[in-house]
């Protein structure tokens, strides 16, 4: 984050809370999709890299319940923060997809911590969290609520591939394809590269 590079979202790009805390949920996501797999397919008495089931578990969940944490934040940097002009460059159909799938992925990133705390908590498993403390469960044991928790959870979990994938797909396709360089929006800088070939941005936000 050198000089140059605001903190905030302004009328051309993303300000560095954005950016910081888009890719810090990439990470957390990654890892939830790794321990996701990795704990359910290993046996109760299986380890993986050193690691046992219940550690994936407990990992899972705490990682998952401060990944909430930072989806309150993103969320309130969103209302209180201005979204930048939309890149030039994107056709209409573009603009709509990627407004679509980005308000799934902020669905998303509060619908997987929820279902799985729900589902831990109203099937009596509970959260060892950070493996240090154990939490309250305010919930009790309710199975049928458990059970609809967990299907939530596993079919969103499929369904979030496939908005990630959209998502990935006008992002990569700008940036190598068309190489109009939309990745940097999100990356460290002062975003887009201006060499691109793009007629000038219409001056509406990407909220309007
Ligand atoms: C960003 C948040 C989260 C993501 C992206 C995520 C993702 C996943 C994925 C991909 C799976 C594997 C699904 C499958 O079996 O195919 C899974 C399973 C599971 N998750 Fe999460 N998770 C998140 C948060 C949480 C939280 C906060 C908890 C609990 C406090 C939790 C508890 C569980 C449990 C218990 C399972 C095993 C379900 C089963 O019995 O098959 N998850 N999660
Ligand atoms: C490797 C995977 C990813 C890449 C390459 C990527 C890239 C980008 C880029 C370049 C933008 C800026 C688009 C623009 O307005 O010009 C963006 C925005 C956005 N991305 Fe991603 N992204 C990825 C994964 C994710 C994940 C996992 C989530 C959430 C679960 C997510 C949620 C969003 C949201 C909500 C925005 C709109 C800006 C905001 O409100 O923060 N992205 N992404």
Redesign the pocket.
């Known amino acids: 984050m050198g000089p140059g590079m605001p903190l905030l979202n302004d009328s051309k790009s993303y300000g560095a809370i954005t950016k910081f805390f888009h890719w810090v ?1 990439v990470a ?2 990654a890892f ?2 790794a ?3 990795t ?2 397919s290993l046996g109760a008495k299986d380890a993986a890299l050193g690691f046992t089931q219940a550690n994936y ?1 407990n990992w ?6 401060i ?2 944490g930072f ?1 309150i934040f993103r969320l309130l940097n969103r209302h209180f923060n201005r979204l930048p002009n939309w890149a030039p460059n994107l056709t209409k159909s573009d603009k709509k997809l990627m407004h679509y799938y980005e308000n799934w992925l902020y669905f ?2 509060f619908l ?6 729900i ?3 109203a ?1 009596g ?1 509970g ?1 060892h969290f950070l493996e240090m403390t154990h939490l309250p469960n305010p919930i009790g044991k309710w199975p049928l609520l458990a059970d609809i928790a ?1 299907w939530t ?2 079919l969103s ?2 369904a ?1 591939l496939v908005a990630l994938a959209a998502h990935m797909s006008v992002v990569l396709r700008h940036h190598f394809v068309l190489k109009d360089g939309i990745l940097w929006r999100m990356l460290p800088g002062r975003g887009m590269k201006p060499a691109s070939s793009s007629k000038p941005s219409e001056s509406v936000s990407k909220a309007g």
């Not at 899972?60 to 319940?65: A, D, F, N, P, V």
């Open positions: 949920i957390l996501f939830q999709y321990a996701g797999y704990m359910t578990y899972h969940k705490s990682i998952g319940l990944a909430l989806a998303a990133m997987m911590p929820v279902s799985g705390y589902y831990v908590m099937g498993y959260v967990k959870h596993i979990s499929y979030i």
